[in-house]
Nanobody, 126 residues
Framework: QVHLMESGGGSVQAGGSLTLSCAASGNIYSTIYMAWFRQPPGKEREGVASIYHGGGTPYYTDSVKGRFTISQDNAKNMVYLQMNSLKPEDTALYYC???????????????????WGQGTQVTVSS
């Protein structure tokens, strides 16, 4: 079992920045890659970014490219999401997720992930 806990959410004005952190514990070595998802109010959960534990180019959904950066510290079992130039449409509950399945560079979907955190709220005001 893998446990994930997000932190770093909050309220910020448009154009501001936030960094989300995800602490992983448990059977970390069973996971292959990590991802961040978000769920705006009344909308579906969408994959924002993913990163393979072994390195390589992270994947970003188009709406956050150039503004968000996913990174990891494998020694500390941490994954981060640096969010810059935030927009009101970035307002959502953000989730950290882990998968034990093969990594394929490209969009990530809920059904590809095996473990989830509780989520952290990000609110961007105009």
């Amino acid at each position: 079992q893998v446990h994930l806990m997000e932190s770093g959410g909050g309220s910020v004005q448009a154009g501001g920045s936030l960094t989300l952190s995800c602490a992983a514990s448990g059977n970390i070595y069973s996971t292959i890659y990590m991802a961040w998802f978000r769920q705006p109010p009344g909308k579906e959960r969408e994959g924002v970014a993913s990163i393979y534990h072994g390195g390589g180019t992270p994947y970003y959904t188009d709406s956050v490219k150039g503004r968000f950066t996913i990174s990891q510290d494998n020694a500390k079992n941490m994954v981060y999401l640096q969010m810059n130039s935030l927009k009101p449409e970035d307002t959502a509950l953000y989730y950290c997720a882990a998968s034990s399945r093969a990594y394929n560079y490209g969009p990530v979907y809920q059904q590809m992930m095996d473990y989830w955190g509780q989520g952290t709220q990000v609110t961007v005001s105009s």
